[in-house]
């Protein structure tokens, strides 16, 4: 009877030891757009590949960031995704650490304007976008960025607001169009301000551009690449520009939570989320732009997405220091100049 029962809770114990074992939880935090999407392409599939359990924290940047923050001390987040001006805020805070890129199998695959875009080892991208301007073939040429400015062209031209994701990229192109690059972005924005009654408008949604463009009251808008898609549909004569300046845009990376229990749990799910596989499936569904260079898709969805070796070496991206360090005085320089 003795024996029975001891090897009954033997046998009890093991199978709870190997229960809790497969029970590896992995607490991810990102952005909250098309998560039914990442949910069956990302998520479910690793999962079952692993034997673990993902719990998905979805937010804004400044809201997931202020969460790592306050629980610095003992991290429930694992792994982040974030754009790049955001990993280097959390290093600086020290909320993250280096990426061990020798257990990501994936790595080599990147663009490689992906592999370490911040320059210091903490973050890996995953996704990216172009900004250009998209434009009437028929009323306008666009080969510079300061064409925008043009006499001819400027009264027929919407231009992002420095609050927006495109605002600061757009300008800081317009500045190496007129010679000046400084991350002050100084020179551009008084360029914007001589010319602020004659631009059309300063566009905080892109949403807005699309029914601009199709009543014919503005022939042309710098836009992520990500938007140019409702364009594409409209009965009209538009083209992606690429000007002689190249393109920039905007990036967004993994990044590893310092203090996390699960680093190498996390460094599997960053190496299966870069793989050819689930790069090539969020693409083909629009979902992002691969980072990963060996994926191949169809023209049409090409056409939708920020793609190909080409436009990863024409994007000219602002560095996340300079972002970081001069939103403010952006800001400040914007409202004295332009007033919206």
Known sequence: MNKTMLASATALMLTMGA??????????????????????????????KCGCKLVVE???????????????ANPVVDMAVVSM??????????????????????????YDIAKDPNGDGMSVGYTFYATSIVYRTDKMKIDSWADLLKPE????????????????????????ALGNDAADLKTPIAAV?????????????????????????IWAAPIGRFTWAPFN?????????????????GMNVMVLAKGSKNQDLALEFMDFWLSTEIQTKLAEQLVDSPANADVKVSDEIAENLTYGQETAKSLTLIPSAAALDNRDAWLSEWNAKVGQ
Do not use: C
Request: glycine letters at 6%; hydrophobic letters at 35%; charged letters at 25%.
């Open 19 to 48: 229960a809790q074992a497969q029970e590896k939880t992995l607490t991810i935090s990102v952005y909250a757009l098309a998560q039914d999407e990442f949910k069956a392409i990302v998520y479910d599939p690793f999962e079952a």
């Open 58 to 72: 979805t937010g804004n940047s400044v809201e997931r960031l202020a969460k790592m923050e306050a629980n610095k």
């Open 85 to 110: 001006a955001d990993a280097l805020s959390a290093s600086r805070k020290d909320l993250i650490e280096k990426i061990d890129t020798s257990k990501l199998s994936n790595y080599g695959k990147l």
């Open 153 to 176: 062209n400027v009264g027929h031209v919407a231009f992002p607001n420095v609050t927006t994701n495109q605002g600061p990229p757009s300008l800081f192109m317009l500045g190496k």
């Open 193 to 217: 301000g001589e010319k602020k009654d004659e631009l059309v408008t300063f566009y905080v949604k892109s949403s807005q551009l699309v029914q601009l463009m199709q009543q014919e009251e």
């Open 233 to 249: 549909k409209l009965d009209l004569p538009l083209a992606w520009a690429t000007p002689k300046e190249g393109q920039t845009g």
